[in-house]
């Protein structure tokens, strides 16, 4: 099955700078590639997504690359605020066999944006 | 809001009990998909349900089982509940069933086994 592993675990940025989380997974048939944003006792909430027929994608501060060769997609996000400390994960889905589909998350990184 | 909505928002019972969680979809979403995330934990897919019926099962135990009824909102039943069963378990929505439709969650159910 799918296994999808997310790097780093932990991540501290200085306000204002850019953070990257990177993502890699196993499965070639995944096509479908959603970040969340879960805050302290929050719902994981969807900030961005990528479908495997584009490269990148961007939405304000936030990006997306995937890299379908390589196995692996990242997130980008620039000009850092407090507000963006959370977990983000990431996911991987694919579209296999009718029942056989899964969104496979990735363990989380903590980002903590320091003022 | 993502309108998705889950009940209770916490839940706190002993070993040995047994508890069922409900969930409410969005309105238009056919698909109910279950997760448990544990303490510093990622989300692990539990089961999926669309229109009513079963879609796919992930890793759920055998003392677990959920439904959809025919007004779509789910509930997922946790039986003879062990102290590791303390999580918090999230329901999410999306409007078809494949899992490359977006998924859109609940506030979540906390569930403390004491």
């Known amino acids: 099955g799918e296994n999808v592993e997310q790097h780093p675990s932990t991540l501290s940025v200085q306000e204002g700078d850019s953070a990257v989380i990177k993502c890699t997974y196993s499965?070639?048939?995944?096509?479908?590639f959603p970040w969340y944003k879960q805050e302290l006792g929050k719902r994981p909430q969807l900030i961005i997504d990528?479908?495997?027929?584009?490269g990148e994608k961007k939405d304000q501060r936030i990006a997306v690359t995937l890299n379908k060769t390589a196995k692996h997609f990242s997130l980008h996000i620039t000009e850092t605020q407090p507000e963006d400390s959370a977990v983000y994960f990431c996911?991987?889905?694919?579209?296999?066999?009718?029942?056989?589909?899964?969104?496979?998350f990735g363990t989380g990184t903590r980002l903590t944006i320091i003022p | 809001d993502s309108g998705v909505t889950q009940t209770p928002k916490h839940l706190i019972t002993a070993t040995g009990q047994r508890v069922t969680l409900r969930c409410s979809p969005r309105?238009?979403?056919?698909?109910v998909y279950w997760y448990q995330q544990s303490l510093d934990q990622g989300l692990q897919f539990l089961i999926q349900y669309y229109n009513g019926e079963e879609r796919a099962k992930g890793n759920i135990l055998e003392r677990f089982s959920a439904q959809q009824f025919p007004d779509l909102h789910s509930e997922l039943n946790l039986s003879s509940l062990e102290l590791g069963d303390s999580a918090l378990y999230f329901c999410a929505s999306s409007v078809g069933p494949i899992r490359t439709d977006t998924q859109y969650f609940g506030p979540g159910t906390r569930l403390t086994v004491l």
């Open positions: 990528i479908r495997s027929n584009v």
């Open positions: 996911a991987a889905s694919s579209l296999v066999l009718l029942g056989n589909e899964k969104l496979t």
């Open positions: 499965d070639s048939a995944s096509n479908y």
């Open positions: 309105s238009g979403d056919l698909s």
